[in-house]
């Protein structure tokens, strides 16, 4: 008896080597073993530098370039000329709009130092000539009633009388004529008012043909060269206004309840990665990019420093909240993560077991760990291990 349960004893044994040695052996894998701590979030993302205006430079009338004062990266104050158009014929349309207008102040003068005093004096004859008319009249009529002259002698007076009435009578429209409120007068001024209205015409065209600099700015582009037609459909150069520098960025619409207005964001232009410089958060649109999942920033840069050119590429790096004594994981050892129901691989007794998890917030590449894990889990990183594999820390 005691022979057979030693063989029994032998058999068990060797069936459990067997079996062991069938099984497959642990799988080396990489781990990372949880510990909760305080998590400084940031959100980092790509962008460019802002103009804060951009204007196209036009002419408003057509004419041949004779001189561009300016090239491409030169900086304007406002006002300055940029593009000279040829004006000679407009040059001579203001000479001859001037000239007109010197007749005709020299007619509004002549009107009133001239014409107005010959009018009043030939008033002043006229009613002295009716005085005498008048008298002569008045004899007439006297010496008739006493029959010392005849009847037609005295009519010869009264039609002198009528005559005289007449004159003094046309020569009072003529001073009134003549005077500050006269016809002739208003008509002096009414052609001095067009000449100088001509003149003023004449002289916008011609200051046309300078074309300024709106603000003061930097010259970006410039695409027109002497002896070129200016037309007022063509773009003749492209302007930077001068302005706050600003900072254009989008970034992913999950990372939204990280930024707040305000926030102090560390920046670097791609050409210069080690010159840091600090901008401001100062705008994040209300409104979603549905193509591409992403939120507008905007932010302010308030001291620029000189090498940060327009349309440069920058990165930035804007700081989020502190999470307390979270768990955070790379966002690739978290199995379908962007669904309801995120999972993770544990290492647990030696076997990979899958644990369901509730997510927060992501940052860096990087995703907060609300519930489910403990601190000392030992996460698996590796994708391609499923639920039940036996498996082992990779040393």
Same mark, same amino acid.
């Given at each position: 008896?005691?022979?057979?349960?030693?063989?029994?004893?032998?058999?068990?044994?060797?069936?459990?080597?067997?079996?062991?040695?069938?099984?497959?052996?642990?799988?080396?894998?990489?781990?990372?073993?949880?510990?909760?701590?305080?998590?400084?979030?940031?959100?980092?993302?790509?962008?460019?530098?802002?103009?804060?205006?951009?204007?196209?430079?036009?002419?408003?009338?057509?004419?041949?370039?004779?001189?561009?004062?300016?090239?491409?990266?030169?900086?304007?104050?406002? +006002? +300055?000329?940029?593009?000279?158009?040829?004006?000679?014929?407009?040059?001579?349309?203001?000479?001859?709009?001037?000239?007109?207008?010197?007749?005709?102040?020299?007619?509004?003068?002549?009107?009133?130092?001239?014409?107005?005093?010959?009018?009043?004096?030939?008033?002043?004859?006229?009613?002295?000539?009716?005085?005498?008319?008048?008298?002569?009249?008045?004899?007439?009529?006297?010496?008739?009633?006493?029959?010392?002259?005849? #009847?037609?002698?005295?009519?010869?007076?009264?039609?002198q009388l009528d005559v005289a009435r007449s004159q003094l009578a046309s020569s009072r429209a003529q001073?009134?004529? #003549?005077?500050?409120?006269?016809?002739?007068?208003?008509?002096?001024?009414?052609?001095?008012?067009?000449?100088?209205?001509?003149?003023?015409?004449?002289?916008?065209?011609?200051?046309?043909?300078?074309?300024?600099?709106?603000?003061?700015?930097?010259?970006?582009?410039?695409?027109?060269?002497?002896?070129?037609?200016?037309?007022?459909?063509?773009?003749?150069?492209?302007?930077?206004?001068?302005?706050?520098?600003?900072?254009?960025?989008?970034?992913?619409?999950?990372n939204l309840p990280l930024i707040k207005p305000g926030a102090v964001a560390t920046a670097a232009a791609?050409?210069?990665?080690?010159?840091?410089?600090?901008?401001?958060?100062?705008?994040?649109?209300?409104?979603?990019?549905?193509?591409?999942?992403?939120?507008?920033?905007?932010?302010?840069?308030?001291?620029?420093?000189?090498?940060?050119?327009?349309?440069?590429?920058?990165?930035?790096?804007?700081?989020?909240?502190?999470?307390?004594?979270?768990?955070?994981?790379?966002?690739?050892?978290?199995?379908?993560?962007?669904? +309801?129901?995120?999972?993770?691989?544990?290492?647990?007794?030696?076997?990979?077991?899958?644990?369901?998890?509730?997510?927060?917030?992501?940052? #860096?590449?990087?995703?907060?760990?609300? +519930?489910?894990?403990?601190?000392?889990?030992?996460?698996?990183?590796a994708r391609d291990i499923e639920a039940g594999t036996r498996v082992r820390a990779k040393e």
């Amino acid at each position: 008896m005691r022979r057979v349960l030693v063989i029994i004893a032998a058999v068990l044994v060797v069936a459990a080597l067997v079996v062991f040695a069938l099984q497959p052996k642990p799988v080396a894998v990489e781990m990372l073993t949880t510990a909760p701590a305080d998590i400084q979030t940031s959100v980092v993302a790509s962008g460019r530098v802002l103009p804060p205006a951009r204007v196209d430079i036009g002419a408003t009338i057509t004419g041949r370039v004779a001189t561009v004062r300016v090239r491409e990266g030169a900086r304007v104050a406002a +006002d +300055d000329i940029l593009i000279e158009l040829e004006h000679s014929e407009l040059a001579a349309a203001v000479a001859q709009a001037r000239a007109a207008v010197t007749r005709a102040q020299a007619r509004v003068a002549s009107v009133k130092t001239l014409a107005l005093p010959t009018a009043q004096a030939a008033q002043q004859q006229a009613a002295a000539n009716l005085d005498v008319a008048e008298r002569e009249a008045k004899r007439a009529r006297d010496l008739v009633a006493k029959g010392f002259i005849s #009847q037609s002698r005295a009519d010869d007076a009264e039609r002198q009388l009528d005559v005289a009435r007449s004159q003094l009578a046309s020569s009072r429209a003529q001073t009134g004529a #003549q005077g500050a409120n006269g016809a002739e007068a208003q008509q002096a001024q009414s052609q001095l008012a067009e000449a100088e209205a001509a003149l003023a015409l004449a002289q916008a065209k011609l200051a046309q043909t300078l074309i300024r600099a709106p603000a003061a700015g930097v010259v970006l582009e410039r695409v027109i060269e002497p002896g070129d037609i200016a037309q007022p459909s063509r773009r003749m150069m492209t302007l930077a206004l001068d302005g706050p520098v600003r900072l254009i960025v989008q970034v992913d619409e999950k990372n939204l309840p990280l930024i707040k207005p305000g926030a102090v964001a560390t920046a670097a232009a791609d050409a210069f990665p080690n010159e840091r410089f600090e901008a401001v958060v100062n705008y994040i649109s209300p409104g979603i990019d549905a193509t591409r999942g992403t939120v507008e920033l905007r932010l302010d840069v308030p001291q620029p420093p000189a090498l940060l050119k327009s349309d440069m590429t920058v990165a930035i790096d804007v700081p989020g909240p502190v999470l307390k004594q979270t768990v955070m994981l790379p966002a690739d050892a978290v199995r379908q993560l962007q669904t +309801d129901a995120p999972w993770v691989l544990v290492a647990r007794d030696g076997v990979a077991v899958r644990v369901p998890v509730k997510s927060g917030l992501q940052t #860096q590449g990087r995703v907060a760990i609300t +519930d489910g894990l403990n601190a000392g889990e030992r996460v698996i990183m590796a994708r391609d291990i499923e639920a039940g594999t036996r498996v082992r820390a990779k040393e």
